[in-house]
């Protein structure tokens, strides 16, 4: 028997084993954005240590800074190995209107080939094949590990720099996995190269004191909500390119992105037309997007006839890479003071930063990983993708250990529907996944002297 066709045999064998622990971890609501739930969030993270425990690593939880727990588990690396960091998260974000779910958000479900539930994919799955990568090797793993579960991603990875900065020694490796994207397509594996940031904030326009009456003042005192309506329309031209003048933009990889398939997997209106112009993926992954994402102003159930004094809006701006989160959004704040209507007053508040991310995918680590790919998605090339949303921990990462290979995989597919409602795992590829991470490791143990180790 070949080594690979022992090792996929040994995947198969523990798969079953890893779906049963993934449905637990689902079972637990590990919202951390809500404090309600943080021992829910302890609970996961007990949950997800004994995994690793069992499976003989040297685990603990760590809080740094008031943060949420994580674990972290390890395995020396053989001399002359390299170690490799597995990262994923076990944290989850809310499940939302219950109603919109076709069966218990907490509690996994199978349809169609898919495991349905918070967190089944984004990112318990990932967790799930780190252990099953762990499991098929056993006790002849031949590279050092580092398991990093961590437990607030979904709410800002605000103690995720002293995290690092305590565990730094504990956490330095040659390779780090990223369990937390997505793959091109069904069938079609990637590797993440480029994300974008984020740099947003909530902007308050006012212009009167108090709300006074329409018909005595309409036409001559400027509402606040009409003022805001006018200022957040400068943000795009026409075809919907975003104006804010000075952000950074480029290219993507040449991948054509059908607009069959864009429409149906980000499930646009018929007829509603898009936005921006040059290539869909350009537009996704590497230039900047501008959206508002709530706004506060009167309800229209408790409407009367008075002008509006003041009115808020959350304008989350994705930045492309190359572009610096606070100088972004500098600009974006520029804008909309030169552009205020009537002179009205503005305020910002509530910043929300993230440094976009790119890499150079070169080298042993990435030649092993896409080796890896084709053997366990039977001989499909993979592709270099970008994300159009922002995962900025990787910046971290990227800043606290500068000499790693950072490897963004995914444990996703585009109909995913991660944070959103029916979030599920497509069972298949979750299989291809785990049987690629094993490979990979076996790869990288085989790749030193080529620059690991």
Not at 40 to 66: K, P, Y
Not at 227 to 252: M, S
Not at 419 to 438: I, K, Q, T, Y
Request: hydrophobic share 45%.
């Amino acid at each position: 028997m070949s080594e690979t066709t022992d090792l996929k045999r040994r995947v198969a064998d523990v798969l079953p084993g890893v779906r049963a622990d993934l449905e637990e971890l689902v079972r637990i609501p590990s919202v951390g954005a809500d404090p309600g739930r943080h021992g829910d969030v302890r609970r996961s993270a007990e949950a997800t240590a004994r995994l690793f425990r069992d499976a003989g690593l040297d685990t603990q939880i760590v809080e740094v800074g008031g943060g949420l727990p994580a674990v972290i588990a390890h395995k020396p690396a053989p001399p002359g190995k390299p170690t490799v960091l597995l990262y994923a998260h076990h944290d989850v974000q809310p499940e939302g209107d219950r109603a919109t779910w076709d069966s218990e958000p907490f509690e996994p479900t199978e349809r169609g080939g898919r495991l349905f539930g918070r967190g089944a994919a984004d990112d318990k799955a990932g967790i799930a094949a780190h252990l099953a990568a762990i499991r098929a090797h056993g006790d002849d793993l031949a590279v050092g590990v580092v398991v990093f579960v961590e437990g607030e991603e979904e709410s800002g990875s605000a103690s995720l720099p002293a995290i690092l900065e305590e565990h730094r020694d504990l956490l330095a490796s040659d390779v780090i996995v990223i369990a937390d994207s997505a793959n091109w397509d069904i069938g079609v594996p990637a590797l993440t190269t480029s994300l974008r940031g984020l740099a947003g904030c909530v902007v308050e326009v006012r212009t009167l004191h108090h709300a006074v009456h329409s018909g005595m003042w309409g036409g001559v005192a400027p509402d606040a909500l009409t003022t805001l309506i006018r200022l957040l329309a400068t943000l795009h031209d026409d075809a919907g390119n975003v104006a804010v003048e000075g952000l950074a933009t480029g290219k993507a990889s040449p991948l054509d992105y059908p607009d069959h398939r864009l429409r149906a997997e980000a499930g646009i209106v018929d007829g509603v037309e898009l936005t921006g112009t040059g290539s869909v993926v350009d537009r996704l992954w590497t230039k900047p997007a501008i959206s508002i994402i709530a706004l506060d102003a009167t309800r229209v159930a408790d409407a009367s006839n008075t002008l509006i004094p003041v009115a808020r809006a959350k304008i989350s701006m994705r930045i492309a890479p190359g572009d610096d989160a606070r100088t972004a959004l500098g600009k974006l704040q520029v804008h909309l003071r030169s552009h205020a209507p009537y002179a009205a007053q503005l305020t910002f508040s509530d910043d929300d930063l993230g440094e976009p991310f790119a890499v150079n995918a070169t080298g042993p680590a990435y030649d092993a990983a896409r080796a890896a790919f084709r053997e366990a998605w039977d001989g499909a090339d993979p592709v270099d993708v970008g994300v159009g949303g922002s995962i900025p921990f990787i910046a971290e990462f990227a800043e606290m250990f500068p000499d790693a290979a950072i490897l963004v995989t995914g444990v996703e597919d585009p109909d995913t529907r991660a944070h959103g409602a029916n979030e599920g795992l497509h069972l298949a590829e979750f299989e291809r996944v785990c049987l690629a991470e094993a490979l990979l490791l076996r790869n990288l143990a085989a790749g030193v002297g080529q620059g690991l180790g």
